[in-house]
Antibody, heavy 119, light 110 residues
Framework: QVHLQESGPGLVKPSETLSLTCTVSGGSVSSGSYYWSWIRQPPGKGLEWIGYIYYSGDTNYNPSLKSRVTISVDTSKNQFSLKLSFVTAADTAVYYC???????????WGQGTLVTISS | QSALTQPASVSGSPGQSITISCTGTSSDVGDYNYVSWYQQHPGKAPKLMIYDVSNRPSGVSNRFSGSKSGNTASLTISGLQAEDEADYYCSSYTSSSTQVFGGGTKLTVL
């Protein structure tokens, strides 16, 4: 059974770069059958798709975040990562990683990690 | 890309059926049969309930069903149970090969 776990700092200063890693167990990020995605949820608000990466390194990002987002994959560690630059308070959210069996079939999800943007 | 439109809240009594709508455009919901639905209990990660408009993952109760007409997708929950009380989100594939979520619907079981 595939399990995803997010990790990274829970507090980031404004204008700095948010960095998170998702570790996959019970499955492989090198599988050609899935995209590996990041999704976030501001406190009390709805879900927002951030982007995905394929094992080949191909990526696709939410147009509203594209200029600040980088998603990468490390097949040797079975991990994929998110970097979001020039963060503001509006980027405070629970960040989830999820496996996507193409076209938005997100399953499973990680438990999520709260990242707060504050000085 | 704009978020898909969902009602903020719906409610129903145990045993009843409810339907949650999810309205998009001809660039997402209307053009692709790639609508998914997620259930989220407080403090928990979302759970996939329906994919590709009307397919249920293994282990999801057959009380949950999905459909689509034009630019609007729907999630129906029949035989409402207390454990169904949660937030529900729809998502759709888009013409830009991206994903877009709905704003979410809070389901209250009276």
């Amino acid at each position: 059974q595939v399990h995803l776990q997010e990790s990274g700092p829970g507090l980031v200063k404004p204008s700095e770069t948010l960095s998170l890693t998702c570790t996959v167990s019970g499955g492989s990020v090198s599988s050609g059958s899935y995209y590996w995605s990041w999704i976030r949820q501001p406190p009390g608000k709805g879900l927002e798709w951030i982007g995905y990466i394929y094992y080949s390194g191909d990526t696709n990002y939410n147009p509203s975040l594209k200029s600040r987002v980088t998603i990468s994959v490390d097949t040797s560690k079975n991990q994929f990562s998110l970097k979001l630059s020039f963060v503001t308070a509006a980027d405070t959210a629970v960040y989830y990683c999820a496996r996507d069996a193409f076209f938005g079939r997100f399953d499973p999800w990680g438990q999520g990690t709260l990242v707060t943007i504050s000085s | 890309q704009s978020a898909l439109t969902q009602p903020a809240s719906v409610s129903g009594s145990p045993g009843q059926s409810i339907t949650i709508s999810c309205t998009g455009t001809s660039s997402d919901v209307g053009d692709y049969n790639y609508v998914s639905w997620y259930q989220q209990h407080p403090g928990k990660a979302p759970k996939l309930m329906i994919y590709d408009v009307s397919n249920r993952p293994s282990g999801v109760s057959n009380r949950f069903s999905g459909s689509k007409s034009g630019n609007t997708a729907s999630l129906t929950i029949s035989g409402l149970q207390a454990e169904d009380e949660a937030d529900y989100y729809c998502s759709s594939y888009t013409s830009s090969s991206t994903q877009v979520f709905g704003g979410g619907t809070k389901l209250t079981v009276l």
